[in-house]
Every structure is written in C-alpha cells, then in structure tokens.
C-alpha cells in the first residue's frame, strides 16, 4: 500500500506565500513522475506542476507559471511545491500526485489552499 501525505495548506491572503509538501510511503518503488493538481469549487481538477524523475525537467501550468516552483528530494520520497505571489483564483484544494510502481497513478488527500483578505 502506498500513502502519500501532504502538508503546508492553510489561509493565506493574496501576495502571500505557502510551501506545500507531501511524502510517500508504503510499498513504493521506481517512483517516475511527481506532481500536483488542484480543484477549485465548481471546476475540474487540473495540473499544477509536475517533474521529472531526475527532477531536470518541469512542467509548469501557465496560470502559475513564474509564481510557482516545484522541486523533489529523491532520497526522502518528497514533493515540494513553492507558491509564491498567491491570488483569489490560487483558492484550491490541491492535490499530490506520483506515478510510481511501472505505471501507477497515486494521489494524496488533498490539502486546502484559501488565498482571501
């Protein structure tokens, strides 16, 4: 079984900043890609940022783009995602995401991201 458990949601108003993170456990192997989406109220989940195995390669949705860094720490079976510069429209619940296990998609539970004054 495979556990992913993310941390660093919370309130935050708008310009500010969070740090998101999440770890996987359990029976997890050859982990490929790691990521995180989010899902607004209303709206369908949709990417954030996702990088590569070696972490040399990111892909970065345009909404965040320049605002948002996503980084990993193979030997700790981490995803981090800096969120800078935050609005209104960042308000989420965001998601952890890792494809792992030759093939597998697992996600955290989410976490909740409110940007508001």
């Known amino acids: 079984q495979v556990q992913l458990v993310e941390s660093g949601g919370g309130l935050v108003q708008p310009g500010g900043s969070l740090r998101l993170s999440c770890a996987a456990s359990g029976s997890i192997f050859n982990i490929n890609a790691m990521g995180w989406y989010r899902q607004a109220p209303g709206k369908q989940r949709e990417l954030v940022a996702l990088?590569?195995?070696?972490?040399?390669?990111?892909n970065v949705a345009d909404p965040v783009k320049g605002r948002f860094t996503i980084s990993r720490d193979n030997a700790k079976n981490t995803v981090s995602l800096q969120m800078n510069s935050l609005k209104p429209e960042d308000t989420a619940v965001y998601y952890c995401y890792i494809l792992a296990n030759f093939g597998s998609n697992y996600w955290g539970q989410g976490t909740q991201v409110t940007v508001s004054s």
């Open positions: 990088i590569s195995s070696g972490g040399d390669t990111t």
